[in-house]
């Protein structure tokens, strides 16, 4: 009795970068550089106004996420955007101040 084998992926935890950019990254670069290319692609100027900026981009997402975990800018605009006080409780909608102590010097 023979056993069965089939080959598979050695690599299934490995992240999925193209470029060396993870997909998020990509979209942010790509959508940088279709804003730019439709705000200033007809203009002269168009090098420094369209592709510099979105190299500058790419540029800084590259060596400003260099050692950080997976998705890191996703978790930390997520992070940027929440409240800044996290309650388990509602807020009150009546609140009434506590009752003070009647404290008479002797």
């Not at 929440?82 to 009434?96: I, Q, R, V, Y």
Request: with cysteine.
């Amino acid at each position: 009795m023979a056993l069965k084998t089939v080959p598979v992926s050695k690599c299934l935890d490995k992240k999925l970068l193209l470029f060396g950019f993870e997909i998020p990254d990509l979209l942010a670069i790509f959508l940088t550089l279709s804003i730019l290319n439709f705000l200033f692609g007809n203009t002269p100027l168009k090098l420094a106004l369209v592709w510099l900026p979105t190299a500058g981009l790419a540029a800084a997402l590259r060596y400003g996420k260099r050692g950080k975990p997976d998705n890191y800018l996703v978790h930390w605009l997520r992070f940027q955007i929440k409240p800044g006080t996290l309650s388990a409780f509602h807020e009150p909608t009546l609140w009434n101040a506590p009752p003070r102590l009647n404290r008479r010097c002797a």
